[in-house]
């Protein structure tokens, strides 16, 4: 088929051509006199993008998966209690893997479609006078349903129930895209991804961690050896990593970084619910809802709710086999029931208007009720009237 495929997933997402060339380097050695004038700055800079000065970076060649275990592993002992709001796919898997690893999970249900219940968190964690609960584990977007949950108003429960636990923060799919500040809502420990809002590759899992945190690791006795953040701070004050860096994510991490930084993070906030927004109102005109109850939409992806008598999963394999046109499946409990369109990253208008094109093409080739050019024009309008 002639031209590219066009990318609206919510990760991994389109990469930058810059960021492609300056991928495109030869192999160098990483322990070489001249590394940490490489790495150093990426571990500075990342700081920035997290939004803290008293937090410290890390960069480990793995996934945001391998990220929820870092922060599991390096600060918590065998046993020990979290608690975890279950809202969507992601923060089910989280779920999932503390308990594998030997956590006591306490586990709240809530309907997919909204976000943590900031009320019952704070009444949980009032009831816990003997504070058992060792870390209240955030999803901040929730990737599978659309949905981002408000992390400040987290703290606020912590600090209102006068409770020690720490705060981990999934931010794969919000941090270098969606609002975050690390310092300002006193989050412990934030773990992201390379293949999201930093437009690289999979491959990199960022994380950052506050000095409590920190602290924590002197005292946990899980079992770790690859994933140990005491390994990486008595190599990263040098300028090293205590085993093979994945190069080419460092070379494009830098030009990443340029590029988040020149255009600013307030702006890459707004950018985002900008083209969120507008995707919004192409839902609307289409006469669909989103799967994210009211207030709790997502300025990265939106999760599509189709008719009862529509299959979602039809729409997604039309777009792609005919138009070239990637889209997001339904997960878990919501396979079938939605598509999910990607608004993060390297996006503008222009880009945003194509995935609305094709996604009405596939929608009235599946049989969808919807007038032709409906969502487009909405989208054109909203983005035409809010351009700087």
């Known amino acids: ?33 001249k590394f940490p004038a490489i790495f150093k700055p990426l571990l500075e800079d990342m700081k920035k993008v997290f939004r803290t000065e008293k937090g410290q970076c890390f960069i480990f060649p793995a996934t945001g998966t391998a990220g929820w275990e870092i922060a599991l592993t390096n600060t918590l002992n065998p046993g020990d209690k979290v608690i975890i709001y279950r809202f969507g796919q992601f923060s089910h898997l989280w779920a999932e893997m503390a308990k594998r690893l030997g956590f006591d999970v306490e586990i709240h249900q809530e309907t997919w479609g909204k976000g943590i219940p900031l009320d019952k968190l704070e009444a949980r964690l009032k009831e816990d006078k003997n504070h058992e609960i060792k870390a209240v584990l955030a999803t901040h977007n929730e990737t599978a349903t659309g949905v981002t949950s408000d992390i400040a108003g987290v703290r606020k429960a912590l600090d209102a129930a006068g409770h020690p636990a720490l705060l981990f923060v999934d931010g794969v799919s919000s941090i270098a895209s969606l609002d975050f500040r690390m310092d300002e809502w006193g989050v412990d420990g934030a773990i992201s991804g390379s293949q999201k809002g930093f437009m690289l590759p999979a491959g990199g899992a960022f994380l950052c961690f506050s000095q409590k945190a920190l602290k924590a690791t002197e005292t946990s006795q899980y079992p770790r050896c690859f994933l140990d953040l005491r390994d990486q701070m008595n190599q990263n004050k040098d300028g090293y990593t205590p085993y093979t860096p994945a190069l080419p994510i460092l070379y494009g991490l830098r030009k990443a970084l340029d590029l988040l930084l020149e255009e600013g993070m307030d702006n890459v906030y707004a950018r985002h619910h900008r083209l969120a927004e507008g995707t919004r109102r192409a839902i609307a005109a289409w006469g669909m809802k989103l799967c994210a109850h009211p207030g709790f939409e997502s300025n990265t992806v939106s999760a599509v709710v189709v008719p009862e008598d529509k299959d ?77």
């Open 1 to 33: 088929m002639a031209g590219r495929n066009h990318l609206y997933i919510p990760g991994p997402t389109n990469v930058p051509h810059e960021v492609l060339s300056a991928m495109h380097a030869p192999m160098e050695d990483h322990r070489s006199p």
């Open 312 to 388: 979602a999963r039809e729409v997604i394999s039309t777009a792609f086999n005919k138009y070239n046109l990637s889209l997001g499946a339904g997960l878990s409990e919501l396979s079938g029931k939605v598509f999910r369109i990607g608004h993060v990253g390297d996006m503008n208008d222009v880009s945003m208007l194509g995935a609305f094109a094709g996604v009405e093409m596939a929608m009235l080739d599946c049989g969808f009720d919807i007038k032709p050019g409906s969502g487009v024009a909405a989208a054109v309008e909203y983005y035409r009237s809010t351009e700087k």
